[in-house]
């Protein structure tokens, strides 16, 4: 079955230096014409969670949420999908440190102009301070990570840091950590609790 994680598949193939015409033909085919450029994989899975908590089908909108696999990729992914490749209208979604190659990567003179929503920090900095550091410390002993949490406090370099910023580490201190959070913390968000930048862009699309 054609769906739009094939084109996806076809579009990151395509900037790692295959060919574009899979893509090309994907992006008809299923009537793509918004792509999505996040920096990886647990901004995806967060993406992807408020869609479902929102019942919506981004495919089915034509919309593809790309991860790039870090933000100096931008340039090459808005090359291929945007006016002067696939001519897909684009969106971003960034940490505030990374904007800069989103500045470089996205032609402000692009119509329509490129819109990109920036976090604070980060979308799990952004995500732990919307639920607050209790509920994060909730979700993390629901999964059962009670005890290595508690190990991770007491290192001498987490001594005498916020609560939120403790939280923030210890998702990224573990392969596959930050993706699976990136998608408990936005199940467990409150309609009133999505941070801007995530509200900001579905209301885009």
């Not at 085919?29 to 992807?48: I, K, N, P």
Request: glycine share 12%; with cysteine.
């Amino acid at each position: 079955m054609v769906d739009m994680r094939m084109f996806r598949d076809e579009v990151t193939g395509w900037a790692g230096g295959g060919s574009g015409g899979p893509a090309k033909e994907l992006a008809e085919f299923l009537g793509v014409h918004t792509a999505v450029l996040l920096e990886g994989l647990s901004d995806l899975a967060a993406v992807e969670a408020l869609a479902a908590g929102r019942s919506r089908d981004l495919a089915a909108e034509g919309v593809c949420v790309v991860p790039m696999g870090g933000a100096m990729s931008v340039g090459r992914y808005a090359g291929l999908l945007g006016p002067s490749g696939l001519g897909l209208r684009l969106i971003g979604l960034c940490d505030e440190r990374e904007k800069p190659f989103f500045d470089r990567g996205l032609n402000p003179a692009w119509a329509p102009r490129p819109g990109v929503f920036v976090c604070t920090a980060d979308l799990e900095d952004e995500l732990i301070r919307a639920l607050g550091p209790a509920r994060v410390e909730q979700i993390v002993q629901a999964e059962d990570e009670l005890r290595p949490w508690q190990t991770f406090v007491q290192q001498p370099a987490q001594q005498g840091r916020p609560r939120h910023h403790q939280l923030r580490r210890f998702i990224g201190t573990k392969k596959g950590r930050k993706i699976r959070y990136g998608r408990l913390l936005v199940e467990a968000l409150a309609p009133d609790q999505v941070p801007a930048p995530l509200d900001d862009l579905f209301a885009s699309l």
